[in-house]
């Protein structure tokens, strides 16, 4: 049996890691904040007050964290993950980060005698709370198939993209996608409003046509249109515009490094930070929808 130590117990991580425990994975867990390691102790997860502690008997290291230098200095800082667990773990990253970060980060691990993959979640609050996410991974074929089944635990769509890094490119890649969809999918529909169109006729009419998309079946933007969407509960869960901003960023950084050409893409960071720098951050990304309207 595994035995799993779990860092990053925020919306996302402390979801993932009760679906472990749901699993029957020996789960250890830790985090900044007491009362998330406590939460997670109710859950039936062994709670720790160290990283040292929570490494000690672990072969397998799942983190869920905000940025790469989040993720670097857990493991390699000076009480960091590497200084305190024994040689040929496998350390599993789900955090959404640059992916040149990630094969810095697994070359350095393979130097030190570990594996990684770097194993980025699409599916949001809801699809950790539900073990649905979307699990794009990038690394060694073997330790794909050696971490699937800890994944498997925590979603329902597995993938491996390729080697180390290949998980965070496909993963910024869909989300460039989305965000591009989400603003041309607002502008359709503000358009046919602005012209005396029911917006929900104007949705059935592209879900039956070649407009048809992802945001359109299942996140329409517009309120009312669709129930149980964060655009009919005031713009609230879901996956918030700063957190979209940071994924752009991403995407822009990526491109960058192969010079490759997203217009589009640009466009859309462009308009995802004005919307948020007008204090919509903490929003739903489908708040784009607000842009488009006009008195």
């Not at 709670?47 to 000690?56: F, I």
């Not at 024994?86 to 810095?104: Q, V, W």
């Not at 989300?175 to 602005?194: F, H, K, R, V």
Request: glycine share 10%; hydrophobic share 45%; net charge negative.
């Amino acid at each position: 049996m595994s035995n799993i130590a779990f860092f990053g117990l925020g919306n996302m991580g402390a979801s993932m890691a009760k679906n472990l425990v749901k699993a029957g994975f020996n789960t250890t867990v830790f985090d900044l904040v007491e009362s998330q390691v406590q939460l997670l102790a109710d859950a039936g997860a062994n709670p720790s007050k160290s990283v040292a502690e929570a490494v000690s008997n672990a072969d397998v290291v799942i983190s869920m964290l905000p940025a790469d230098k989040h993720v670097e200095s857990l493991y390699f800082g000076e009480e960091g993950i590497v200084n305190n667990i024994s040689a040929n773990a496998l350390f599993i990253d789900c955090s959404t980060i640059e992916s040149s970060a990630a094969i810095t980060i697994g070359k350095r691990l393979k130097q030190l005698g570990h594996r990684f993959i770097d194993a980025p979640v699409s599916g949001g609050v809801a699809g950790a709370a539900a073990g649905t996410l979307t699990f794009i991974v990038g690394g060694d074929k073997l330790d794909f198939e050696s971490a699937e089944g800890f994944l498997n635990a925590m979603g329902k769509n597995i993938f491996h993209a390729g080697d180390v890094g290949a998980g965070q490119v496909a993963k910024i890649c869909n989300n460039m996608l989305l965000a591009i969809l989400m603003a041309g999918t607002s502008e359709a529909l503000q358009m046919g409003i602005d012209n005396g169109l029911d917006p929900k006729v104007m949705s059935d009419i592209m879900l039956q046509s070649s407009g048809r998309n992802w945001t359109l079946e299942l996140y329409n933007p517009c309120p009312d249109v669709m129930e149980n969407v964060p655009s009919s509960k005031g713009y609230q869960g879901g996956f918030m515009v700063d957190l979209m901003n940071k994924d752009l960023g991403l995407a822009m950084s990526t491109a960058a490094n192969k010079q490759s050409v997203v217009p589009l893409g640009q466009l859309a960071k462009s308009m995802f930070q004005i919307h948020g720098n007008a204090g919509n951050g903490k929003l739903d990304f489908s708040s784009i929808f607000n842009a488009y309207k006009h008195d």
